[in-house]
């Protein structure tokens, strides 16, 4: 699936296609270089999804938990600062990602081997206009 995001008005509602893309889905891997937009586009979803809670890079406490208005949780991971996989199993990353709440894991890279079978990996490239890309493991 590709999305081409021109501006932040176009961030709704590709946030919208991605999530009725893959509908049993619940983790959600986003690459992309510093400034791509990778926290931006989770704000968009979380939205999308009824966060009200304020949605923030979690860069410092690695796990930010958000709430829908249906009462629903909703993690935000955000990886960058992880020097070695003890951190993530510190953390208990298996009880998120495995909880059947949607999960939203910046910088995957980091920790890929412990990633989901079935986690959708959207890449995010681009500057003025941004070209959002999703698939599933093994296509």
């Not at 999530?19 to 619940?26: D, N």
Request: with cysteine.
């Amino acid at each position: 699936m590709q999305l081409i995001v021109k501006s932040e008005a176009d961030l709704i509602p590709a946030a919208k296609q991605l999530i009725e893309a893959y509908p049993g889905s619940r983790v959600f891997a986003l690459y992309g270089q510093m400034g791509a937009g990778k926290t931006t586009f989770v704000k968009a979803l979380c939205h999308e999804l009824g966060v009200t809670d304020i949605v923030q890079s979690p860069t410092f406490s690695i796990i930010n938990e958000y709430t829908t208005t249906g009462g629903d949780p909703i993690f935000h991971f955000d990886f960058y600062r992880i020097k070695k996989l003890e951190e993530v199993f510190d953390i208990g990353y298996e009880d998120y990602l495995y909880s059947g709440s949607y999960c939203f894991l910046e910088w995957p890279e980091l920790v890929e081997s412990l990633l989901p079978e079935n986690t959708i990996r959207v890449r995010i490239n681009g500057n003025e206009e941004r070209l959002i890309e999703s698939f599933a493991a093994g296509i």
